[in-house]
């Protein structure tokens, strides 16, 4: 039993994401870890019904809590009436830019099966910068004129800390490995900094093997030789793409977890899986809990409940179940009974 319930804002969101989180949960409390959850009801739903998306005062209540359970959160494919960026920028960027979660910690491990099949390496994605910052804007709008630029933002103090931190990923693995993708050859302003930044934290790493792989290449070596990665780093738009393309090779995104990180522990982080809303199955108990349940070990393995997040981590490797069969509730009994 752990030592004391963990407050834990929940944010199921829409489509598959309450009963992935659910499902997360029950496997959580059935490996003996006492959660107090609150419910924050944020998403396309919300935004559908009362024009919500977040505000200053949820955002600071949300600091606050030991952890954030995410489930998805996104309109069903050909809905239109949330214009892109609302719920991106509005609610996921914003918890992320706002709780400064500045690490996106993405762990793959190739089922049985998939191009990844024994593999295992983890994308460690900066969260806070890049192209995503938010940097540029339109001029001339609508004319033939017009101007549109989408800078990448890379700061000393953001890319240092998010590389420190792969560094020390890196160095708790019995292979200690770490890669730099970027596109340094032709981005030579950031790749510039990156891989100085690399260079000089590495330096303090001296069991850490370096290496070097622009994002191109990357996606060939994913599919082709998906072993030579133990921890990649990397900004946060390739870090984006090459982490779909990352769970795609391990097994399909519907085991891809993630954990959006303050590692100095003064904000909430957020645990989602890295799959979307997927609005066509929700409610069916066709949906695969098993990114949500490994989402919610990254969760415990932050809280420091080390024991449980192992005990949880055993029952899902060794899960060969039918997914399609068994259905969310049969998968979700099934990792209970056997922990
Ligand atoms: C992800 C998602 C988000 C991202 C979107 C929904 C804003 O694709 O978590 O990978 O681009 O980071
Ligand atoms: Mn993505």
Known sequence: MSKKPYRVAVIG???????VTQAALDVVRAAGVQVETTDYELGAARYLKDGFVLDDKTLEELRGYDAIMLGAIGPAIGDT???????ERGLLLRMRFGLDLYINYRPFRGVPGSIAQGCEFAIVRENTEGPYAGEGGVLRHGT?????TQGSVNTRHGVERCVRYAFERANRLSRKKLTLVHKTNVLTFAGELWSRVVREVGAEYPDVEVDYNHVDAACIYLVENPSRYGI???DNLFGDILSDLAGAVSGGIGFAASANLDPTKKSASIFEPVHGAAHDIAGKNLANPLAAVSSAILMLEHLGESDAASRIT????AFNGDVASLGTSGITKQLIGEL
Not at 81 to 87: A, D, E, S
Not at 144 to 148: G, R, T
């Open 144 to 148: 033939p004129f017009e101007i549109a």
């Open 314 to 317: 055993k029952v899902v490797q």
């Open 81 to 87: 009436r949330i214009p892109g960026g609302v719920l």
């Open 232 to 234: 990649i780093v990397t």
């Open 13 to 19: 969101g829409d489509g598959i994401g309450p009963e």
